[in-house]
């Protein structure tokens, strides 16, 4: 199943591995600036708002800044694995 992450972005629900609520990290946490700075040099980053980031979506491919809060990202997600069906 995919999770739409902002505008027409969708993942595989399988492929995030965090969802950071930016809006809580205080900036003197370099650990999360550091890791958004070392995956834009590494063209890894995309930004899919102009408007104020809330949140980081970490995937196994990318990493991307949205303007959807954390908690509407964290329902989705489980929303699309709860409807994967296992044979």
Do not use: C, H, K, W
Request: charge should be negative; aromatic fraction near 6%.
């Amino acid at each position: 199943m995919y999770v739409n992450i902002g505008g027409d972005i969708f993942v595989p629900a399988g492929s995030v591995s965090a969802i950071v609520n930016l809006e809580t990290v205080l900036p003197s946490r370099r650990d999360v600036t550091d890791l958004i700075e070392a995956e834009d040099e590494n063209n890894r980053l995309q930004y899919l708002t102009e408007d104020i980031p809330r949140t980081l979506i970490l995937t196994d491919s990318r990493s991307y800044i949205s303007s959807i809060s954390s908690s509407v990202l964290q329902r989705r997600l489980e929303n699309s694995l709860s409807n994967t069906v296992n044979y």
